[in-house]
C-alpha cells in the first residue's frame, strides 16, 4: 500500500525558494516513479517534474526547467522538489504522486497525496 504525505509548503516572495518533500509509509517505495503535479483554482492538474524508480531518469515541465530539482532518497521513502526562483504563476496546490513510470499525464499515476500550498507573493 502506498501512502504519500506532503509538506513543505508556505508562503514565499518572489525569487526566493522552497523545498517540498513527499513521504511514502509504504514499503514498495523504490519500485514507484514519483512524481510532482500543480493544480491553481481554476485551472487542470499539471505535470511538474517526475524520476523514475531508480533515478536515472528524470523529466521536468518547461515551465520549470532550471529552477526547480527533483530527488529522491530510495533509503528513506521520500522524494523531493527544490524550488528556486519562484514565480507568483508558480501558485498552486502541489500533489505528490507514484506510479509505474513517468507520465505527464495526470491519469498514468496511481496514488496521490493530499497536497501541500505553495504561494508565492508578488
Known amino acids: 500500500q502506498v501512502q504519500l504525505v506532503e509538506s513543505g509548503g508556505g508562503l514565499v516572495q518572489a525569487g526566493g525558494s522552497l523545498r517540498l518533500s513527499c513521504a511514502d509509509s509504504g514499503r514498495t517505495f523504490s519500485s514507484y516513479a514519483m512524481g510532482w503535479f500543480r493544480q491553481a483554482p481554476g485551472k487542470e492538474r499539471e505535470f511538474v517534474a517526475a524520476?523514475?524508480?531508480?533515478?536515472?531518469?528524470?523529466s521536468y515541465a518547461d515551465s520549470v526547467k532550471g529552477r526547480f530539482t527533483i530527488s529522491r532518497g530510495n533509503a528513506n521513502n521520500r522524494v523531493y522538489l527544490q524550488m528556486n526562483s519562484l514565480k507568483p504563476e508558480d501558485t498552486a496546490l502541489y500533489y505528490c504522486?507514484?506510479?509505474?513510470?513517468?507520465?505527464?499525464?495526470?491519469?498514468?499515476?496511481?496514488?496521490w497525496g493530499q497536497g501541500t500550498q505553495v504561494t508565492v507573493s508578488s
Open positions: 504522486a507514484a506510479g509505474p513510470r513517468i507520465g505527464d499525464y495526470p491519469g498514468s499515476w496511481d496514488y
Open positions: 524520476v523514475s524508480w531508480s533515478g536515472a531518469s528524470i
